[in-house]
Structure formats: C-alpha cells, structure tokens
C-alpha cells in the first residue's frame, strides 16, 4: 500500500481541500501518515495570498525534495497556479480544479505539463465524492469557490477563478456525513463565501437560507462562518445569527484599510463610515457579538495620517481580534504598479502599534465575560499542558483547567482508566480564569 502525506498552506479553503484529498487518497487504498514519516508520495498545498506564502511555499516544497530524493513530490494550491512557481520543482503539478481528481493523477502518472498562468481560471469542483471520514470535533466545510471582486492588492481571482457554489442538497448529505463521523461544529468556507448562491428558490439571502437548512441537522451543535466581506452583511444574515442558537455569534468581517483613499485604491466598494454603520448595527441586535478583522499595513500611499485613521476606526469598531498583514507586492496585480511603496521599517512599526491596539481590544472583549458563564465546546487535549481546549462561541480559545466529575469519570478515576474523551465534542460551561495573549485558561462552573 503506497504510503501518501500532505502538507497544507494558507486558508480554510485549502485545508477543507486537502482533508478531501486525503479521504479520495485513503478510499483509493493508500496510507495517510504524518508528513513527518516517510512517504512514497508528498502532496504540498500550497498559497500565494502574501510574499511570505510564496516563500513558505517554495521552502516546503524544496525541503521535502531535498530530503526525500526516492519519493515523488507532487505541488498544489494558488502558488502552483502563478508564474512565480517553478515547474522543475516538483514532479507532478495538480492544478486547484484538479484537487479532486488527485487519485487518477497518481495512478496515471500523468506529467506536469501546463505551467500555471495568470488568465482568470475556472473555479471547477467543489463537492466531495466520497462520505466524510473525519475524527474532528470541528471540521471545514467549503461551499463556494473562486472570486471576481478583483481587489488590487489580491492575486486570488486569478489563481482561483469564477465563482461556484455547491449545491443545496450536496451541503447538507455532506454536512450530515461530517455529524455522522463525530462532527459538532461546521465552519462555513469559502473564497469568497458571500457569494454563496443556493440552487433553491428563497425569501431570504442565499447564504442565511443554507444556514437555515444546516441548523435542522440533529446532531449538529453549532454552524461558523469562515469570513465574510462587508457588502454581503444583509439584515437577513444578521438575523440569523442573532436568533439561531447553533450559529456561533462571530462574524469574521475583513477591514483591510480604515482609510477612505487606501479603501478606494485598494478597490474596496465601501467607506469607513460604511464599515462602522455596519458594525454599530451588528451589535445593537446582537449581544455579545465577536467581530473579528484583517487589515493591511502599508498598502502603497498608506502616509501617517492614512495609518492613524486605520487605528482609529479599529479602536471605534471594537474587533476582538485583528489579523495584522504586512503588504506585498502580488505580481500582476493593480497594487503592485502603484507608486508610493512604503519602507520595510515603517511597517513594521506600523504593525508594532496597530498590534498594541489588538492586544488592547483582545483583552477587553475577554475581560467582559469574566463573571459570565461561557459555553465552549472542547475540541482535543493539549499535548504541552495536558489540558482541554475548545472555542467559545465569540471564537476564544479556551483550556480548561479540570473536567466534569460526571458518574462515568468517577467510577473510571477509581479503576484508574482515563475518561477525558467523554468531554470532547460537549457544550461545557466555564467560567474565566485567567488571560494569556490569545487565550484563556478557564474553570469548570
């Protein structure tokens, strides 16, 4: 049996990706083992989001072909897809459309013989051929593929093409697979998941509509979406949210720019007053609401005055959670022909302070709950403290300091066995303890 590892790069599209692969591979008669053992075949996928992907993902690929000289290394993902990547480094290329057909690739040997290109390419194939095998308490589910906002700075539109959803009835057989196989939370995923179109007629947006039909699932504890972009923010969708018990009460809205120049040149179809009405009207009908961010420091033009409104409209939008990205020239790209670059120091002193109000607003919305109780769902055991983890519902990531004494735990800590699994995949309520950077150590209620 031919042994097959993976390696995944970037977003949750790419690793609900590879978590298909692997089961295509595995229902194929190969053997999944860690990337770290030896393997007949290596599988990289790969992202080309930022300059540091790039290089992430050539340093991957180089590494395994240096050290593993007898197995044949096979490259994936949007760097595959760019002119940037090097055919000669791997011995197969799977384009993204072709992830799903990576069984009969292997088996037909067939050579890497298209280089990637910048032409905008179809987004192809998205459903899953085979049952859900996961062993995960939270799991990825992609529904949508490929994007045309052509955002300046972004090569995605051009590595992942047009945009397609899955449909309806496919979402929910795998969906139910996934809770069949022990999964308790779906997160929503997609390139570009608000525009997720249904295959069914509705009063609703598409994307409230699915999540109306995903929250029917017995089982099913809790829907999370990925990210979403602020123009596909509609009422019906934050009504959802707001009402759906099982709908995690966390929005991931990317910012990019507090900066109304930076925003237009960036090509993003909105204004900061745009994006600030929208969060004042998330949170007067959602209580306790997690909004989380991206931003881009040092996008070209991007003077202090530019910077300071970004850091101020953070501060005003009070996001949990900032994901800070240094710019990157992305080749081909609007941006990258833009004058104005700004140096690597102000940069990273941009990003030194904007990582100060981050750490700032973190620590509030933590401290907020810290005499309320909060439901997480406890995911794995960390192997380094030996404790529970999980996520909230406002997507904090909690340990937890001891487990419930239930009937089961007492009779099994009598004979000396260990129960722990019994709180994986629960709703446990805690209570907060004590903050650590991102995340929180928790006591039983």
Do not use: W
């Amino acid at each position: 049996m031919p042994k097959i590892a993976f390696y995944t790069l970037g977003c949750r599209s790419n690793q609900y990706e590879t978590d298909m692969m692997k089961k295509i591979c595995a229902a194929s008669g190969f053997d999944i083992i860690p990337f770290e053992e030896q393997a007949d075949i290596y599988v990289i996928n790969t992202c080309t989001v930022t300059g540091n992907a790039d290089k992430k993902s050539r340093h991957a690929i180089r590494m395994v072909k240096k050290n593993n000289a007898k197995s044949t290394v096979i490259a994936t993902g949007c760097y595959v897809e760019t002119k940037s990547f090097n055919m000669k480094e791997a011995d197969l290329i799977l384009h993204n459309e072709d992830k799903l057909n990576i069984d009969k690739f292997i088996r037909d040997e067939r050579p890497a013989s298209r280089q990637g290109g910048r032409e905008m390419r179809d987004a192809k194939n998205i459903s899953s051929p085979i049952s859900h095998l996961a062993s995960r308490v939270r799991s990825n589910l992609m529904i949508e593929n490929g994007c045309e906002n052509f955002c300046s700075y972004c090569i995605v539109p051009f590595v992942r093409g047009k945009i397609i959803s899955k449909p309806v009835d496919q979402v929910i057989s795998e969906a139910k697979s996934m809770v069949k196989d022990g999964v308790k939370e779906i997160v929503l995923t997609g390139i570009n998941l608000g525009e997720y179109k249904t295959d069914i007629p509705s009063r609703v947006s598409h994307l409230a509509s699915l999540i109306d039909e995903l929250s029917k699932i017995d089982g099913l504890l809790r829907i999370r979406l990925s990210s979403i972009e602020p123009m596909y923010i509609t009422d019906d969708l934050i009504k959802v949210v707001k009402e759906d018990p099982k709908v995690c009460k966390h929005l991931h809205i990317p910012l990019q720019s507090g900066d109304d120049k930076i925003l237009k040149a960036m090509n993003r179809n909105y204004t900061s007053k745009d994006f600030l009405d929208m969060t004042k009207k998330i949170r007067e009908q959602i209580k306790d609401i997690a909004i989380t961010t991206d931003i881009i420091i040092g996008f070209p033009g991007e003077d202090d005055k530019a910077f300071k409104n970004t850091c101020g409209l953070a501060d005003k939008a009070r996001f949990s959670r900032i994901h800070i990205f240094s710019y990157s020239d992305r080749p081909g790209t609007a941006a990258s022909k833009l004058p104005d670059k700004i140096d690597p120091k102000t940069i990273a002193k941009r990003h030194e302070k904007l990582g100060e109000i981050r750490d700032k607003l973190m620590l509030k919305f933590h401290s907020s709950f810290i005499k309320r109780p909060v439901e997480v769902l406890i995911e794995q055991k960390d192997r380094k403290t030996g404790m529970y983890e999980g996520l909230s519902s406002g997507f904090i990531r909690v340990f937890l300091a001891g487990l419930p004494r239930s009937p089961l735990r007492i009779e099994a800590s009598r004979r000396g066995d260990d129960m722990g699994d019994e709180c994986l995949g629960r709703l446990i309520p805690v209570k907060f303890k004590e903050f650590q950077g991102e995340n929180v150590i928790a006591r039983l209620r």
